[in-house]
Nanobody
Framework: QVQLVESGGGLVQAGGSLKLSCAAS????????MGWFRQAPGKEREFVAA????????YYADSVKGRFTISRDNAKNTVYLQMNSLKPEDTAVYYCAARLVGTLSDSSTLYDYWGQGTQVTVSS
């Protein structure tokens, strides 16, 4: 079992920044990948960014490329999402997800564990 706990969400004005954290505990994640997804009201969950634990290769959705940065701290079993130049359309519940085996992916069905989500609201 893997437990994921997100934190760092909140209310911010357009153009501002937030940094989300996802602390993982339980099984080793050293061979897998972590992803961030988001879901806005009335919309489907969408991919935001992903990173693999070994090597640190990253992958971003086009909508956040150049504004968001995903990173990890292997010693702390924590993944971060630094979000800059936030826009009102970034408003959503943000979820982190863990994939135990395999490389990074934008498909939510390939992730094995999910956090409870953290709300990000960007005001205009």
């Amino acid at each position: 079992q893997v437990q994921l706990v997100e934190s760092g969400g909140g209310l911010v004005q357009a153009g501002g920044s937030l940094k989300l954290s996802c602390a993982a505990s339980g099984r080793s994640l050293s061979s897998g990948a972590m992803g961030w997804f988001r879901q806005a009201p009335g919309k489907e969950r969408e991919f935001v960014a992903a990173i693999n634990w070994s090597g640190g290769r990253t992958y971003y959705a086009d909508s956040v490329k150049g504004r968001f940065t995903i990173s990890r701290d292997n010693a702390k079993n924590t993944v971060y999402l630094q979000m800059n130049s936030l826009k009102p359309e970034d408003t959503a519940v943000y979820y982190c997800a863990a994939r135990l085996v395999g490389t990074l992916s934008d498909s939510s069905t390939l992730y094995d564990y999910w956090g409870q989500g953290t709300q990000v609201t960007v005001s205009s």
